[in-house]
């Protein structure tokens, strides 16, 4: 029997060879069609190494004050920089809390966008309107974030509401 440790890292090893095949093969074969097609220009831009080595992205949708936040912050297993939370809405800007090794704090939108290792770089491409309406929020000591990326999302108003 194998030990667990080093379960974790042979599956961890195989992640990797997993994803640098994926790359090799977007870049060989896929990229080239794109190119030749003009994808880019109808569709999303050229996929980069952060596209390939970035978690998983999971967004939080709902009404305001259904307790996305708070969703995230049980999650987290803390309180995160930028969290706003409350009975009326309080949360007004998309904010990606990822992990980071370091420090905590706040990222504006506009810097996420041209970090290198974030999937973000795409969405400058929606100006600056929305770029000041997204963060980043980056978080020490919590394991989830080692393997996902959440972004919570302002409450969108009920029907009756509007």
Do not use: W
Request: charged letters at 20%.
């Amino acid at each position: 029997m194998i030990p667990r440790n080093q379960e974790v890292a042979k599956a961890g090893y195989e992640s990797q060879e997993v994803l640098h095949d994926l790359r090799t093969l977007y870049l060989e074969r896929i990229l080239p069609v794109e190119e030749l097609c003009h994808f880019h220009k109808v569709g999303n831009l050229q996929l980069d190494g952060a596209s390939f080595s970035s978690p998983p992205m999971v967004m939080l949708i709902g009404p305001y004050s259904a307790g996305k936040t708070s969703f995230i912050k049980h999650l987290v297993g803390k309180s995160f920089p930028g969290e706003r939370v409350g009975i009326e809405p309080t949360t007004d800007k998309f904010v990606a809390i990822m992990n980071s090794e370091d420090e905590e704090r706040i990222v504006p939108g506009n810097a996420l966008t041209v970090t290198p290792n974030t999937p973000f770089a795409g969405l400058e491409k929606f100006g600056n309107g929305f770029l000041t309406r997204f963060e980043g929020s980056q978080v020490t000591g919590s394991e989830i974030l080692k393997n996902l990326l959440i972004v919570d999302t302002p409450g969108i108003l009920t029907g009756e509401k509007q």
